[in-house]
């Protein structure tokens, strides 16, 4: 069964720097997509960035982006030029396309972002 | 606008009493799925539905039921079976095909609390 985990179960910096949330994931296949999602204190949970595993570049989004390292299996997410609206937890999260059936997504435990002012 | 209705924000159940979560989405997604949130273990799978009147047991479905009559609503049950029920519950939505890895639709939880 594929795992993923997030061994930072809290992290925090300073508005306006740069901070990494670290991710990894365990499977034996070849296909697969990955997401992190944000979850504000509303616990709506937000679509921050997706990656495809066949893809070799990067995704980024604004100032979010990966580094995707396939065969070490890491996804890491760092974000630039924290705000204070970025403060949430993040979940980094699996998902490998069926061949029949619903698409299930895989989440880690969390990281919770702290920004400091 | 499209989305998810989940109802209620937050419900408290006696011991001994089932309890259902309802779930409503209007994005005409074929596929639905119930997470159980609990502090630092992520979300996790209880139950999900690729179409209407077909539902799997996900990781955790001991203790829960579901049904899917309408391809809108995807309601839950807590029933007394499940020990510790007190959780973060989310519905989420998916196309149901390849459009679904751009990822799921959430919506705004249900906060359980057994009293």
């Known amino acids: 069964a594929q795992t993923v985990t997030q061994s930072q179960p809290e992290m925090s910096v300073q508005e306006a720097e740069t901070v990494t949330l670290s991710c990894t994931y365990d499977?034996?296949?070849?296909?697969?997509?990955l997401f992190w999602y944000k979850q504000p204190p509303s616990r709506q949970m937000i679509l921050v960035i997706r990656q495809e595993a066949y893809k070799q570049q990067n995704a980024t989004e604004n100032r979010f982006s990966v580094n995707f390292q396939k065969a070490a299996k890491s996804f890491s997410l760092k974000i630039s030029d924290s705000q204070l609206g970025d403060a949430a937890m993040y979940f980094c999260a699996y998902l490998r396309p069926p061949i029949q059936g619903a698409q299930k997504l895989v989440f880690g435990q969390g990281t919770r972002l702290t920004i400091n002012p | 606008d499209g989305g998810i209705t989940q109802s209620p924000k937050y419900l408290f159940r006696k011991e001994g009493q089932n309890v259902t979560l309802s779930c409503e989405q209007n994005?005409?997604?074929?596929?639905m799925y119930w997470y159980r949130q609990d502090p630092g273990q992520g979300l996790r799978l209880i139950y999900y539905s690729q179409i209407v009147n077909d539902f799997q047991k996900g990781d955790i479905a001991e203790g829960y039921s579901v049904s899917r009559e309408k391809k809108e609503s995807f309601p839950l049950t807590v029933t007394s079976a499940q020990k510790n029920p007190t959780a973060f519950y989310l519905c989420a939505s998916s196309t149901g095909t390849v459009f679904s890895l751009y990822g799921y639709t959430f919506g705004s939880g249900t906060r359980l609390t057994v009293v």
């Open positions: 499977t034996s296949e070849s296909d697969y997509y």
């Open positions: 994005l005409n997604h074929d596929a």
